[in-house]
């Protein structure tokens, strides 16, 4: 079991940039793929981007592609979200998840994750 903590959440203005963290402990987060999901009001949870356990692959929801960049450090047992070009339609709670089935494998669908952080709030004003 992994217990996973994001940081780096806030207030920014559009354009602005942001990086959030997800420390992970307990088992050792490189057996995991790793996701960032985010849930805006009144909307279900969204994928965002994923990494699996080396960090070798990743993939990202069209919405964030070439904006955002997810990263992990295995040392660190810390998985990154770089946001740049921030728009107010990122405004979400984003939340770090863990997948232990097949780490190896990246993965869109959010039902797929086992455990999950808390989330932390990113708003963005115009």
């Known amino acids: 079991q992994v217990q996973l903590l994001e940081s780096g959440g806030g207030l920014v203005q559009a354009g602005g940039s942001l990086r959030l963290s997800c420390l992970a402990s307990g088992r050792t ?36 592609k070439g904006r955002f960049t997810i990263s992990r450090d295995n040392a660190k047992n810390t998985v990154y ?3 740049k070009s921030l728009k107010p339609e990122d405004t979400a709670v984003y939340y770090c998840a863990a997948k232990g ?7 869109t669908n959010v039902y797929d994750y086992d455990y999950w952080g808390k989330g932390t709030q990113i708003t963005v004003s115009s």
């Open 29 to 64: 987060s490189s057996t995991y793929a790793m996701g960032w999901v985010r849930q805006a009001p009144g909307k279900e949870r969204q994928f965002v981007a994923a990494i699996n356990w080396s960090g070798g692959s990743t993939f990202y929801a069209d919405s964030v």
């Open 101 to 107: 089935d097949r780490p190896y494998l990246t993965s």
């Open 81 to 83: 979200l770089q946001m």
